[in-house]
């Protein structure tokens, strides 16, 4: 189950995985669904887990992906050999998502749920595993059950908006951004996401204005950075948008993703105009099947009616297939 070598942590790696997936569709609608992706959902990122606190056992975390890795496989023997120990089992679930390895986290806690099914701080982590591995409707039955009405957690608030986000609902994402933000105002990673959830709505501007607002704050970090970068790209501001990746990138992948970005707008343009010329296409099927029923209703009548009649409904059908 584990992996013989460590992942890379190339910096951009988040970039090239929104330009695989625009490719793969290569649509404007696509474009904004990337935006989302870009963050990792922003509440559930790979680097470090905004969503929920990282268990106290945790403080020694090692920083670097080759000692991460290392850690995981430390984890991964201690777990094999006690998998319900919670703490372990939390340790090894988030260290896991942090590898990127969400199958597997979602596996170690969904074990673990089982165990203790009525503890909220592993329902949040499950929940969160499932988001990070593409479960969205698993991780909104699970996510509701790791917190109260009467003693909401912002992180899992987050959490929920970044699965409505994703699952096309921005108006109740959003719903749950706020709650998040009158628990802890400002947060940066909360900002973030509604910064993101605007941007899938189009809404580039205040998109631009709210992420602003989060890279203003004290705990903001190179992800909210580069989700601006990525806002202004997406709004043609070019230079504003390499300058603000040049804080967390060198100058050349800070150059290389804003020119990503350039080349994925470039690309929009001719889809725009296969879907026109799709509508085209049957706009002249709706005309020519309209004239063939009007041939048809007048050749019935053709035995009483003037010759006439029915050559106007010919020259009709005529007109419309050379439309």
């Known amino acids: 189950m584990r992996t013989s070598t460590p992942p890379s ?18 649509s404007t609608a696509c ?5 989302l992706l870009l963050a990792g959902c922003q509440g559930i990122g790979q680097n470090h887990d ?3 606190s990282i268990p106290s056992s945790e403080a020694g975390v090692p920083p670097s992906q080759q000692a991460l890795f290392r850690y995981a496989q430390d984890l991964g023997r201690r777990y094999d050999a006690n998998p319900n120990d919670k703490r372990i089992a939390l340790t090894y679930a988030h ?10 986290a979602v596996a170690v806690l969904q074990r673990l749920a089982a165990t203790y099914p009525k503890d909220m701080n592993i329902l949040g982590e499950y929940g969160k595993a499932l ?18 009405p009467e003693n909401p957690n912002w992180t899992i608030l987050s959490a929920q ?12 994402a959003r719903e749950y951004y706020e709650a998040a933000l009158k628990i802890v105002p400002n947060q940066p990673d909360v900002l973030s996401n509604l910064g993101l959830s605007y941007a899938l709505s189009k809404q580039l501007p205040l998109a631009e204005k709210t992420l602003k607002l989060a890279v203003a704050q004290p705990g903001a970090d190179a992800r909210v950075r580069q989700n601006l ?45 296969i879907r026109a010329l799709d509508m085209k296409k049957s706009r002249k099927q709706a005309a020519r099947a309209h004239a063939a029923k009007t041939l048809a209703f007048e050749s019935r009548r ?16 005529t007109t419309a297939a050379a439309q």
């Open 9 to 26: 942590s190339a910096p951009s790696s988040r970039w090239k995985r929104v330009l695989a997936r625009y490719e793969r569709h290569a």
């Open 31 to 35: 474009l904004f669904a990337a935006t």
């Open 50 to 52: 905004i969503t929920g």
């Open 95 to 104: 260290t896991l998502r942090r590898l990127t390895r969400y199958a597997q």
């Open 131 to 148: 988001v990070d591995d593409g479960r969205l409707h698993q991780a909104a039955d699970v996510l509701p059950q790791a917190h109260t």
């Open 161 to 172: 908006g970044s699965v409505a986000d994703q699952l096309g609902d921005h108006a109740q």
């Open 229 to 273: 970068a990525l806002i202004l790209a997406l709004e043609g501001k070019f230079d504003a948008a390499q300058s603000v990746a040049r804080r967390d990138l060198s100058p050349l992948e800070a150059a290389e993703n804003v020119t990503a970005i350039r080349q994925m707008i470039a690309q929009a343009n001719p889809w725009n105009e």
């Open 302 to 317: 053709s035995q009483t009616q003037p010759d006439g009649t029915l050559r106007l409904a010919a020259d009709h059908l």
